[in-house]
């Protein structure tokens, strides 16, 4: 099956918002190339270039720390960019949840831009970078689910 077309694109996206909430880390790892670009809102330091293996570990250190996360994925607009890139910009509501806090929750809406790479029949992401557009709640949260994490 050859995937072309910007709905492949789309899928993937939405498989990596999904395996976040769910910390399906095989899935992250099989929708990423080896160093991967990552900023996302709640990285403390910034957008790094990693690896795989490293971003996998890094998320495991922070979402399992809630008690639930929701990535409402919205509008996903993609380019295709010569015959084996994409990107995607991507509008995500996220909800991050300890139910122990009060409030028990904090929301940011995010808009994404992911680049990814036509690899054989499927696309992986090659880098995203963020801009946080509003947060909403208990920002206390960031820190609480790393240390329930460790």
Not at 62 to 76: D, K, Q, Y
Not at 80 to 86: E, F, Q, S, V
Not at 88 to 108: F, G, M, N
Request: glycine share 8%.
């Amino acid at each position: 099956m050859h995937m072309h077309s910007r709905a492949d694109v789309v899928d993937t996206v939405s498989r990596l918002f999904q395996a976040l909430d769910s910390h399906d880390w095989h899935t992250i790892e099989g929708l990423t190339v080896d160093i991967v670009d990552v900023g996302y809102p709640s990285k403390e330091a910034g957008p790094a270039r990693m690896s795989r293996n490293d971003l996998v570990s890094e998320l495991k250190r922070f979402l399992p720390g809630f008690s639930a996360t929701h990535h409402l994925v919205g509008g996903c607009v993609v380019d295709l960019i010569g015959d084996d890139g994409a990107r995607a910009r991507v509008d995500v509501c996220v909800t991050h949840v300890i139910d122990t806090l009060t409030p028990p929750s904090w929301t940011i809406g995010v808009q994404y831009d992911i680049r990814l790479l036509r690899v054989v029949d499927r696309w992986v992401i090659q880098g995203t970078t963020s801009r946080t557009l509003y947060e909403e709640g208990n920002r206390a949260l960031q820190a609480e689910a790393r240390k329930r994490a460790a």
